[in-house]
């Protein structure tokens, strides 16, 4: 049985302020257990004064996951919620029936004099459908909260769900498998079990060699179905990779802009709501970004494709 099912190879998508490599949703593949969507964004710098802005969008049916490798993000949703998230910690907001949020480089980090970077990982989790209309929340937890396995010269964080033995305190609605995995050195092995069904590995950075095969930075490895354990040894120093899965999603997803819904009606009713202003703000930041058929004259059209989150 050959390990690796398919390989997915990078979109780059241009944001305005920065780039980001887009792996889902892909041709043929919309999902990696309950993952939708996942983009790496950056790595980027900014000089004095500047840094990210996504400015206040809505989702429905969906958990966005923000995972930091460099800088920090002040995240802002619709619930009051104001919280700055740096490297090694976890933002997990569950829009349910409906939130609203914004993500912008810190005051403190963009001080004239100073320069930032921007470099993490941002996905969506599909909700399971009994979920999809739950009432939104967010939940922050710092790195040292995560639990954290050594083997084999590979240090390995359970961002979210289960693996190696340890479970996230981020709560999920579903079996999820999102780890940070980071190697000493080439050579440095990391044995992946096969406690979910699907699974896929990110090369973030560096090179690895899994089952004879070899995979660089950038690229999406999705692991077959009937792969049991499966060998995932460093090929370069500095290799970082994020292992992802969980149990398959319950359906198909319809996909529009920052919607996700197993219904093709609840999107358009979210785009009226989001059109009609009904969604709730955001306490601290007035700006919003218009659908993407309705920009204002002026004001710098939405992307076609998801946002950042």
């Known amino acids: 049985m050959n390990a690796v ?8 998508r ?20 309950p993952f939708i969507f996942w983009d790496h964004m950056g790595p980027a710098d900014f000089g004095p004064g500047q840094g990210v802005n996504v400015r206040p969008h809505p989702h429905i049916g969906l958990a966005t996951v923000t995972f930091l490798y460099e800088g920090a993000f002040l995240h802002r949703d619709s619930l009051g919620t104001a919280q700055v998230i740096r490297p090694g910690d ?11 949020h914004s993500e912008r480089t810190p005051d403190e980090v963009r001080g004239p004099d100073g320069r930032t970077r921007a470099h ?31 083997r084999d010269g590979v240090r390995l964080t359970v ?19 999102y780890v940070d995995a980071t190697f000493a050195a080439a050579g440095a092995l990391c044995m992946l079990d096969d406690e979910h069904e699907q699974r896929a590995i990110y090369v973030s950075q560096g090179a690895v060699d899994v089952e004879g095969k070899n995979f660089h930075e950038g690229q999406l490895v999705v692991l077959g179905p009937g792969a049991h354990t499966v060998r995932i040894v460093a090929t370069l120093a500095d290799t970082r990779v994020m292992i992802a899965g969980g149990a398959p999603l319950d359906g198909p997803r319809h996909i529009w802009w920052n919607f996700v819904s197993s219904s093709r009606e609840r999107i358009e009713a979210a785009k009226q709501q989001w059109r009609e202003q009904r969604f709730s703000p955001v306490p601290g930041d007035p700006e919003r970004i218009p659908l993407p058929d309705e920009s204002l004259p002026g004001t710098p059209a939405a992307p076609a494709a998801p946002p950042l989150s």
Not at 14 to 33: K, N
Not at 90 to 100: C, F, L, P, Y
Not at 167 to 176: E, I, K, N
């Open 90 to 100: 976890v933002n997990w907001m569950i829009a349910g029936r409906g939130i609203a």
């Open 159 to 177: 961002i979210a769900g289960t693996a190696f033995g340890r479970r996230s305190p981020v709560h999920v609605l579903s079996p999820t498998l």
């Open 5 to 12: 099912h398919r390989v997915i190879e990078p979109r780059p």
């Open 120 to 150: 993490g990982i941002q996905t969506w989790v599909a909700l399971p459908r009994e979920h999809e209309e739950i009432e939104p929340s967010f939940a922050h937890h710092p790195a040292a909260s995560l639990p954290c396995v050594e």
């Open 14 to 33: 241009d944001l305005g302020d920065f780039a980001v490599r887009r792996l889902l949703p892909a041709p043929e593949l919309q999902t990696v257990g």
